[in-house]
Each structure stands twice: as structure tokens, then as C-alpha cells.
């Protein structure tokens, strides 16, 4: 199985703030990452496919990049919607796989 | 507007068995690939299985297969998992998902992710 390490696991951040978050694969996965936003009581919410690729009606200051091994999700200013779990995902090959996840909090 | 609400989530003692549904709207349900994802407390995400469009291919994760079962009915938009020999290591929140995909820039492949997830449906197995 691809195993998906998310760095770091939590971090605190003030609204205005950029926050990169990183997801390395334990083999390459071209370009088969996506990234999703979990908030409790909500449904989990698709970011950014594909690895670099915005989903439609999501803010732009959500980015994706990366291939192969690592990659990289960013929020370029943070805003107060955006405190919550964030993870990502290979679609590579079954199993599909998460990464353990990042809590963003606020500072 | 497209959505997928789970139902059946319940406290169970372990050994048991329990099915979960999702109904699907807003969306051509047979055209899809299907998933369930779920969330045990305080953990990560944990893929769970897939099934095609027409019920034809199913995948599993390692730590369901054997016990866990996944079906549709196209004709009543419905995804279903069928857990038998229920484990406290599969209390979880349990998500249904639709799949989505994508054609590659590259040769001809398709980009596959989730983009429609329900709010879930929490099984609790007790011992």
C-alpha cells in the first residue's frame, strides 16, 4: 500500500496568515493527489484534484502543487472559514490512501 | 443540488452485523463509481471500498474484506455496506462519496477523487 505523511499534524496561525501544509508518498503518484477540508458535523469537503487543479466554487487562495513524491497545499491568506482538518489522498491505486491529517488552528 | 445522506448507524455489540445506506439525488447515480470512506474517533480518514457503476467491480481495504460487503440499486439511487463480524476497531463515522474523474493531459488516463461526501452515519461497537 502507498503510505501518505502529512506534515505537520497541527498548527496554530492568525487570519491573514499564509499556511503550507505538505504530503509526502512512500512511492510516486504522478499527479494522483487530492486534497479535502473536514470540518465536525460537515461533509468533507473536495479542494483541489489532481494535485494542482481547484475545484469549482472554492476560494483561490486554496493552491495545490507537487508530482511525484511530495506536494504541497497552501492557503495564500488565511481566513476564519478555513480553521479546520485538512488531508490528503492518493488515488494512484487501491487502497486509496489519507494521510493522517492537519489541524489548523487558530492562534 | 447534488447530494448522498448515510442512514443506519447504530451502537452494536461486537460480533454483530449492521448495513448502512446512502441515497444518492441530484445526480445521475448510475453513472458513477461509488465509495465509503470512514473516520474512527480522533483518527484519520480510512478508505473502506469502492463499487463501479453497475455493482461489476468492488474493492476493499485490508481490514474489511471478508466481513464487509458493498452493493447499489441503481433503481433506488442507493449504496449500500453490508458489515458482518463488527470489531470495536470499526466503530467509526462511516462516509459515502461519489467519485469523480478527470481525463489526464498524459496518455489516456483519468485523474479519479471524491467530490460529493455525505455528512456520515457513526457506528459504535461495544464489547
Known amino acids: 500500500d502507498i503510505q501518505m505523511t502529512q506534515s505537520p499534524s497541527s498548527l496554530s496561525a492568525s487570519v491573514g496568515d499564509r499556511v503550507t501544509i505538505t504530503c509526502r508518498a512512500s512511492q510516486s503518484i504522478s499527479r494522483y493527489l487530492i486534497w479535502y477540508q473536514l470540518k465536525p458535523g460537515k461533509a468533507p469537503k473536495l479542494l483541489i484534484y489532481a494535485a494542482s487543479s481547484l475545484q469549482s466554487g472554492v476560494p483561490s487562495r486554496f493552491s495545490g502543487s507537487g508530482s511525484g513524491t511530495d506536494f504541497t497545499l497552501t492557503i495564500s491568506s488565511l481566513q476564519p472559514e478555513d480553521f479546520a482538518t485538512y488531508f490528503c489522498q492518493q488515488s494512484h491505486s487501491t487502497p486509496w490512501t489519507f494521510g493522517q491529517g492537519t489541524k489548523v488552528e487558530i492562534k | 443540488e447534488v447530494q448522498l445522506v448515510e442512514s443506519g448507524g447504530v451502537v452494536i455489540q461486537t460480533g454483530g452485523s449492521l448495513r448502512l445506506s446512502c441515497a444518492a439525488s441530484g445526480f445521475i447515480f448510475n453513472d458513477f463509481t461509488m465509495h465509503w470512506v470512514r473516520q474512527a474517533p480522533g483518527k484519520g480518514l480510512e478508505w473502506v471500498s469502492l463499487?463501479?457503476?453497475?455493482?461489476?467491480?468492488?474493492y476493499y481495504a485490508d481490514s474489511v474484506k471478508g466481513r464487509f460487503t458493498i452493493s447499489r440499486d441503481n433503481s433506488k439511487n442507493s449504496l449500500y455496506l453490508q458489515m458482518n463480524s463488527l470489531g470495536t476497531e470499526d466503530t467509526a463515522l462511516y462516509y459515502c462519496a461519489k467519485e469523480e474523474k478527470v481525463a489526464s493531459s498524459v496518455g489516456y488516463s483519468y485523474y479519479y477523487y471524491l467530490d460529493v461526501w455525505g455528512k456520515g452515519t457513526t457506528v459504535t461497537v461495544s464489547s
Open positions: 463499487i463501479n457503476w453497475d455493482g461489476g467491480t468492488t
